[in-house]
């Protein structure tokens, strides 16, 4: 798969000329993507990202982790952050910008342990369909110590339906998108956006507890999970 997005964030991480990150998406029209998210200072961070970052514990893995920047702030408070990430470029970046432990692996695949698993910018939606919710889940389960949690954040994004946007068959928060950039187009992938009610039912499934720590304007949430 093209690494279209990690070439955007290399090139604003080094500085170069800039040009959009586009956005294509399957419910409308396609929006630009502000690169400079990746690369927000902890002052400008969300009410939901601090209070994750408040509620980690122990050791993390920041999975999925970007360019770094939740690893970044770990960091410096103390703690023992790996970021996980498949992007080459996010991953180049984070080598340059002082993430210290960084892991270039699918999570599938990891085999460390950890107290808390943190899943930020929509973390849920590395999940790809609402059927691939329980298998992301258990195996992030599968990467905790004894007593640790899953921080993880997700939306309900029926609101987009509520005008003119037709909803799509099947669940309504299964969307696919695809980056461009420099004219250069990536595949098509999933993401999936699971509204608070459907991640309790398959938390509930799995035995496990759910906690909703946040809930912002834009029902954009940050969910501990744990075992019971």
Known sequence: MKDIHGQAIVDYYQ???YSPLMLHTSYGSSE???????????????VLDLLALIECKGKVLDLGAGAGVHSLILASRGFEVHALENSPGCVE???QSGVGQ????????????YDTVLMLM?????????AGVK????????????GGQI???????GYLYELSIPKPEGYYGEISFQYEYKGEK????????VDQDKLAGIVAEMGLTVEILHTDESDQYLARITKR
């Open 102 to 113: 960084v892991i270039s692996e699918d999570y599938r695949t990891h085999r460390g342990k």
């Open 122 to 130: 929509n973390g849920l939606g590395l999940a790809g369909e609402l």
């Open 32 to 46: 630009e993507m502000p690169v400079e998210v990746f690369f927000r200072e902890e002052e400008d961070l969300s």
């Open 186 to 193: 990536g595949d098509w992938f999933d993401w999936v956006y």
């Open 15 to 17: 500085g170069k000329a």
């Open 135 to 146: 298998p992301l889940l258990e195996r992030c389960m599968k990467l905790l110590k004894k």
């Open 151 to 157: 921080l993880v954040d997700s939306s309900d994004i």
């Open 93 to 95: 970046v984070m080598k």
